[in-house]
């Protein structure tokens, strides 16, 4: 998917507000001495930036159009040190309306829909995106934000939700809550958006099916306005994203360089029309790829594969890179096997050790011969055999946030 020429002349004019406004970006990019590209071989000559980066502009270094034409800020949290501070412009505020309406019309939602929002309020994109999009697409927002479970499933039935959105833990927890009570029939849920993190087929399929609804990824991140960039069709073979607004490229992690399409690799997002802080060839560390070719819904944006991971979720254990979404995989072709587990790795007697524990589906499934099975199966996955444990469905832990999955004790 190379840059086109219009995008580039697009790249040019964020380049120039960058080094006008001499903010954190376009004083290093004055530094470089670069003032514009005029090829795509030019692009890919860019710098990258880095979250990092970002963070050493803290707090308003990113701010690159005039105070008086800023409307709000948003923030991601760093999990060490300083967050992001993100300002938006009133169009940067009205442009990510527009592409989340986007979203939720490529997931067939329509103004008739009352759309029950669970991601979090405040310095998060998350809730106000969600919300945002909503009223720009003329919908019923029924803005709940996070936890609460009891008030949530009230509110469901009582107002009869139609679309559910929330995090994929989030959205299990939901759906185990409404089968152990026996309330699915005064449910009128039918669709549901999920964002912000990884989720595998397994725990897809559990959701799905449990719920009775049509599940769709929403992608996006607080420095690139934030959940809404991209979602997939009804005919899922990838995230459709919006390239009018944004241009994705696939680099590899450690050469840097561009893959083709259709090769994994890690995401890197330049905004296309961005006032209040734009950002060149941003490292998202997201891992995925271009889908090549049409989809068969007809849309002529671009797909981006499910996010496989973060490139700095790859575990080295005994000298092997190993990512969390082999493991996933490897589940969601297991019956047998929840789609919950935990990784943890451990360094005995001079040797890594993985052990991964899973939740069979139900007490009547073979503990050990479920766990030798998920042995022999992770093995051809990755080349060696992790120490299985199975147990019992919901022995492990769910949260509203982010789910830690993997524990490394080595360095402890
Ligand atoms: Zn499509």
Not at 52 to 78: C, F, N, Q, W
Not at 86 to 91: A, N, Q, V
Not at 295 to 322: A, E, F, H, Q, W
Not at 397 to 411: A, G, N, T
Request: glycine fraction near 10%; charge should be negative.
């Amino acid at each position: 998917m190379q840059i086109s020429q219009s995008q580039i002349e697009q790249v040019n004019k964020q380049i120039q507000a960058l080094v006008n406004a001499k903010s954190f970006y376009g004083k290093k990019l004055a530094d470089a001495g670069i003032t514009g590209i005029s090829s795509a071989e030019d692009f890919e000559s860019l710098p990258f930036s880095e979250k990092a980066d970002l963070r050493d502009a803290y707090p308003l270094g990113l701010m690159t159009a005039p105070e008086d034409k800023i409307v709000r800020i948003h923030s991601s949290s760093g999990t060490t040190g300083l967050p992001v501070i993100i300002p938006y412009t009133r169009k940067d505020v009205d442009d990510w309306a527009t592409m989340f309406a986007r979203c939720y019309e490529m997931a067939g939602i329509t103004k008739e829909d009352r759309i029950q929002i669970t991601p979090g309020y405040g310095l998060w994109t998350a809730g106000i995106g969600f919300q945002a999009g909503c009223e720009k697409l003329g919908a019923m927002a029924i803005p709940l934000g996070p936890g609460n479970t009891e008030k949530q499933l009230q509110m469901m039935m009582d107002l009869k939700s139609t679309v559910i959105c929330a995090t994929s833990s989030y959205a299990l927890l939901l759906a185990e809550e409404i089968e152990k009570r026996g309330i699915r029939d005064k449910i009128c849920l039918k669709k549901g958006v999920i964002g912000s993190e990884r989720w595998g087929e397994a725990m897809r399929k559990r959701i799905s099916t449990e719920l009775g609804i049509e599940l769709y990824d929403i992608y996006g991140l607080t420095e690139i306005y934030g959940p809404g960039i991209g979602i997939n069709c009804k005919y899922d073979t990838g995230m459709h994203y919006w390239d009018d607004y944004i241009y994705i490229e696939i680099i590899d992690p450690v050469t840097l360089k561009p893959v083709p399409d259709g090769e994994q690799g890690e995401i890197v997002i330049t905004t296309l029309v961005k006032e209040g802080a734009p950002l060149i060839r941003y490292r998202t560390h997201d891992l995925s790829k271009i889908i090549p070719g049409e989809c068969p819904c007809g849309s002529k944006y671009p797909r981006l594969g499910v996010i496989m991971g973060r490139t700095d979720d790859m575990m080295k254990i005994k000298g092997v890179n190993v990512f969390p979404s082999q493991i996933e995989e490897v589940l969601s072709e297991i019956p047998d096997a929840s789609s919950e587990y935990q990784i943890r790795i451990s360094h005995l007697d001079g040797k890594d050790t993985m052990r991964l524990y899973v939740e069979a589906v139900s007490g009547h499934v073979d503990f050990a011969e479920l766990g030798q099975h998920i042995a022999e199966k992770v093995k051809g996955k990755i080349g060696f055999t992790p120490i299985v444990k199975i147990v019992e469905l919901g022995m492990l832990p769910r949260s509203e946030k982010k789910s830690k999955r993997v524990i490394d004790e080595r360095y402890e």
